[in-house]
């Protein structure tokens, strides 16, 4: 396994500190992983490609939360151990974006073709029998599953003793489940058509908020054995940073560069999800203009004047304007959480920094 390498100055972003280990660890299990494939069959190499692309991007979110998480409750800074679990969770990562572009339909991902996209490309590509998309969407379901899987076992591998595995498992074990029912839940309401606030939060919570911020801090304090002293802590910094990243998220998803997001302008409108941004615009608009915004939410041929009108009257109501209250609002509850005594002084100011870097404007 690689080595980590210590930060060598107390400046450099929260991210970096553990991005480029991160990085090595995951290359290394790959490799590994890759050989296993290759000796059940050469035809699994399409697979490994797919899945290692996936694998490739991102801003490695979650194993930098867990790294900060353990460094808050005294963790030292030099040990790989944590890095190894942390960057487990990227394979987690993996497997849910691969199932929810599956679920979603999504032509693209990180500016990239979707696994199910890609391979059903290759069996387009390869002239072989039967439909090509229904392939790609089995093939990416496997793929998504053998991410769970190996995410699992990195963690087992992590190099951390039994016991202090099994202190880990709580938090590990309710992310996965929470993330499955946050999928669920938002997959629910993009047919239940139910548009209102409360559900949209309710998805944000469950597969974003706990997911992304608030159970990585958790797993890294539960390794560092101080996780009774630090949960609560980390939960009110982590929900409402969690929320306020993902309703930053939402506006990019609308109003993004699609050079800087990877997904073409307008999106979200096309895929009709029901986030808070169109919660807020269904309940500030008016009858005439909520119906049509309803009937346009999520066309599959909606065209660039029904997706500049759409994004007029997320602005024009009051519904831009009030998501970028809460996302100030939650990002002061999140900073308003590191005031406590029990978060050591070294994950501090790295927290208070990824508060700006998960709720800037573009990322």
Not at 39 to 62: H, S
Request: proline residues 4%.
């Amino acid at each position: 396994m690689a080595a980590f390498a210590s930060p060598s100055t107390s400046s450099s972003p929260p991210v970096s500190v553990i991005r480029a280990d991160a990085d090595r660890e995951l290359a290394a299990f790959c490799a590994d992983h890759r050989a296993l494939l290759l000796e059940i069959g050469e035809e699994l190499a399409p697979a490994a490609d797919a899945l290692e692309a996936m694998l490739a991007g991102g801003k490695r979110l979650r194993p930098t939360f867990c790294y900060w998480g353990w460094r808050g409750a005294g963790g030292a800074a030099g040990d790989g151990r944590i890095v190894r679990a942390a960057a487990s969770l990227e394979f987690l990562q993996a497997c849910a974006l691969i199932h929810d572009d599956v679920i979603d339909n999504s032509d693209t991902r990180r500016g990239l073709p979707a696994t199910h996209k890609r391979l059903s490309g290759l069996h387009a590509a390869q002239g072989w029998s039967g439909d090509s998309e229904g392939f790609g969407r089995g093939a990416a379901i496997l793929i998504g599953d053998l991410c769970l899987a190996w995410s699992d076992e990195m963690y087992q591998a992590s190099g951390f003793g039994q016991e202090t595995l099994a202190l880990g498992r709580r938090p590990f074990d309710a992310m996965r489940t929470e993330v499955m029912a946050g999928q669920y839940l938002d997959t629910l309401e993009q047919v239940r058509g139910t548009g209102t606030r409360e559900a949209a939060l309710r998805v944000m919570r469950y597969k974003s908020a706990k997911y992304t911020v608030e159970r990585p801090l958790h797993l890294g304090a539960a390794l560092a054995g101080r996780l009774p002293e630090l949960e609560g802590v980390y939960t009110a910094y982590g929900l409402p940073l969690g929320v306020a990243f993902q309703l930053r998220d939402d506006v990019l998803g609308v109003f993004g560069d699609p050079s800087t997001t990877g997904k073409p302008a307008g999106d979200d409108l096309r895929e009709g999800k029901r986030t808070l941004v169109a919660a807020e615009t269904l309940a500030r608009a008016g009858a005439a203009d909520g119906a049509r915004f309803t009937s346009l939410l999520g066309a599959p041929d909606l065209s660039a004047e029904s997706v500049e009108w759409m994004c007029g009257l997320i602005e024009s109501s009051g519904a831009l304007a009030a998501c970028e209250g809460l996302i100030e609002r939650y990002a002061g509850e999140a900073l308003a959480a590191l005031e406590s005594p029990e978060l050591d002084d070294a994950a501090r100011e790295p927290l208070r920094a990824m508060v700006a870097a998960a709720t800037r404007r573009t990322h």
